[in-house]
């Protein structure tokens, strides 16, 4: 499985956009690109993923680079409740996920 | 959305003792588990994948013997930690994807709340 690498931490403000960046140069061609996040002490909540096109959900959007060696995790109006660590990996056809050590996100009210 | 749960949420038990955990998918079937340990302020590490009907496979340095797994029906997994020890007091959190659609294309995975072991 490919290695991802994402900043440690970033820092948003309340209802402001948070773009989240994720490498992944090593990714092959079936890979997937998925995104999780994680609250204290709860399991982690699927985000969302994708192959190759953008990706829309309710939740947030995928912008997948054109050499798919990177992508980026839009959340279009940052809340409170979206303060966790957010986990890019990507997985092939065995569903077996990777976590590394993801991105701590703040937000500020 | 589908639905994983695990019981027991957390557990202390004495050193030494066997510590059972479970994790279910309660809408949907699963032939495919994972389990995975996380440690204070650190990331998830895979342990081993549940197989329904069959062993289950562990990753590197995790001691199978150690961390039993059993995955006896399409909705139930356990993990038994034998002959815990405090340093295996952790948060154990199982898994189970969606189904691949037809078309073969990945589906999202289900987390579990997680289980938190404590042992003195």
């Known amino acids: 499985d490919a290695k991802t690498t994402q900043p440690n931490s970033m820092e948003s403000n309340e209802e402001e956009p948070v773009h989240l960046p994720c490498n992944h140069s090593?990714?092959?061609?079936?890979?997937?690109i998925h995104w999780y996040r994680q609250l204290p002490s709860q399991g982690p909540e699927y985000v969302i993923h994708?192959?190759?096109s953008n990706v829309n959900n309710r939740m947030a959007s995928l912008a997948i680079a054109e050499d798919r060696k990177s992508s980026t995790l839009i959340l279009h109006r940052a809340t409170l409740r979206d303060a966790a660590v957010y986990y890019c990996?990507?997985?092939?056809?065995?569903?077996?996920?990777?976590f590394g050590t993801g991105t701590l996100l703040a937000v500020q009210p | 959305g589908a639905v994983v749960s695990q019981h027991p949420s957390w557990v202390i038990c004495k050193s030494g003792t066997s510590v059972k955990i479970e994790c279910r998918s309660l809408?949907?079937?699963?032939?495919?588990m994972f389990w995975y340990r996380q440690f204070p302020k650190q990331s998830l590490m895979l342990m081993a994948t549940?197989?329904?009907?069959?062993?289950?496979?562990?990753e590197q340095g995790v001691e199978k013997d150690k961390f039993l797994i059993n995955h006896a029906s399409l909705t139930l997994s356990t993990l038994t930690v034998t002959s815990a020890h405090p340093e295996d007091s952790s948060f154990y959190i199982c898994?189970?994807?969606?189904?691949?659609?037809?078309?073969?294309?990945?589906?999202?995975?289900?987390f579990g709340p997680g289980t938190r072991l404590t042992v003195t």
């Open positions: 898994s189970a994807p969606e189904r691949r659609t037809s078309s073969g294309k990945a589906g999202e995975q289900y």
């Open positions: 090593t990714i092959s061609g079936t890979d997937y």
């Open positions: 994708g192959l190759t």
């Open positions: 990996m990507t997985g092939g056809a065995t569903n077996k996920l990777i």
């Open positions: 809408d949907f079937q699963a032939t495919t």
């Open positions: 549940s197989n329904e009907g069959s062993k289950a496979t562990y």
